[in-house]
C-alpha cells in the first residue's frame, strides 16, 4: 500500500508557520533547483540568524503563545522575515538585539546593528557593511515605535547606556569596533566556532515554527530531543534504524538533534530542528 506523503508546500507550511498561499508565492519566486526551505546565501547572513535564534531562545521574560514569540517565519535567500506575536515580545527582541555599551564593559547585543528602514508593519534591520537583511513585522507602523520607546523607558538606564544603535545610526561606533577587534576577530578561536557552527542556529531559525511540536522531556531546560514528522504517527528515537543523533557544541552550548533519513522534499541540509541545551565550555 502506497504512502500519502505532504507536498514540499505543506511541509514548509509545517515548519515555518507561513499559509499555503504564502508559502507557494515564495517558493515561486526561488530559482530552480533550490530547496523549499532555502539556506542563507551568505555567510553573514547565516552568523546574524544564528546570533538571532540564540537570542530567541535565552530572552524569553514575557508570556508568549508560540514558543519563541514568533508566528511565522519567511525564510529567503538573502534574507529572513520574523512574524512577532506581540508589542512586548517584540520589545524584548529589539533590546537584546540593538547594541547598547555600558563604560567599562562588552557591547550589549549584535554589534552594527541598525534599523535601516521601517515600513507599514514592519522593521528592517541590517549590520552595517554586510549584505544581511532581518525583517521583524507582525505589527503596525505605530506599534513599532510604542515597541523602541517601551524597551528604552522599561530596561535601558540613560544615564550610563550608550545606545549604539541610536546615536550613530550609518556608522559604527568605537567602542562597537574595539568590540569587535577584541572579541569577534576573524582569527579568533571563539569567532571561527561560532562561525562553523552559525549553519545550525540559521537553519532552525528558518524552520522556527517546528518548535511548536517539539516537546521538553527534561525538567528545566531540556534534557533530551523530541521531533515531530508530519507523514509519521509516532516520534523515531536515536535508536531508531532509520534515524541518526548528532551532537553539535555552538556558541558555547551542547547541541544534541536528531537527523533522520529518507526522501521528505522539505528536508534539507538541516531535517531536525529542536535541540537540547546544555552549558558546556565552547573549547571542551
Not at 20 to 34: D, E, F, H, M, Y
Not at 87 to 95: K, V
Not at 190 to 201: C, E, H, N, S
Request: some cysteine; charged content about 20%.
Amino acid at each position: 500500500m502506497s504512502v500519502m506523503r505532504p507536498s514540499a508546500d505543506l511541509l514548509r507550511c509545517y515548519y515555518t508557520g507561513e499559509s499555503v498561499q504564502q508559502v507557494q508565492r515564495a517558493i515561486g519566486l526561488l530559482k530552480p533547483g533550490t530547496p523549499p526551505i532555502p539556506t542563507a546565501a551568505s555567510k553573514d547572513q547565516q552568523f546574524l540568524e544564528a546570533r538571532v535564534f540564540v537570542n530567541l531562545l535565552e530572552f524569553r521574560n514575557c508570556y508568549t503563545r508560540y514558543p519563541l514569540g514568533i508566528a511565522a517565519v519567511n525564510p529567503e535567500p538573502n534574507g529572513i522575515t520574523l512574524q512577532v506575536e506581540s508589542e512586548e515580545r517584540a520589545a524584548e527582541i529589539l533590546l537584546n538585539l540593538l547594541p547598547t555599551y555600558v563604560s567599562d564593559q562588552e557591547v550589549h547585543g549584535v554589534p552594527g546593528l541598525r534599523i535601516t528602514r521601517r515600513e507599514l508593519t514592519a522593521v528592517e534591520l541590517r549590520v552595517l557593511g554586510t549584505s544581511t537583511r532581518l525583517r521583524l513585522a507582525g505589527l503596525p507602523a505605530t506599534v513599532w515605535r510604542k515597541a523602541v520607546a517601551r524597551m528604552i523607558s522599561k530596561w535601558i538606564d540613560p544615564t550610563p547606556a550608550f545606545l549604539c544603535w541610536k546615536s550613530s545610526p550609518r556608522t559604527w561606533t568605537e567602542a562597537e569596533s574595539a568590540h569587535r577587534a577584541r572579541w569577534e576577530g576573524p582569527d579568533g578561536k571563539f569567532t571561527q566556532i561560532q562561525r562553523r557552527g552559525a549553519w545550525l542556529g540559521s537553519g532552525m531559525l528558518r524552520r522556527a515554527a517546528l518548535s511548536r511540536r517539539s516537546s521538553d522531556v527534561g525538567h528545566g531546560s531540556a534534557a533530551g530531543c523530541s521531533a515531530e514528522r508530519p507523514s509519521c504517527t509516532e516520534c523515531p528515537t536515536p535508536s531508531s534504524p532509520t534515524a541518526i543523533k548528532v551532537a553539535v557544541k555552538w556558541l558555547g552550548w551542547s547541541c544534541v538533534l536528531l537527523t533522520f533519513v529518507g526522501r521528505d522534499p522539505g528536508r534539507t541540509t538541516l531535517l531536525v530542528l529542536w535541540p537540547t541545551l546544555c552549558s558546556v565550555s565552547p573549547y571542551a
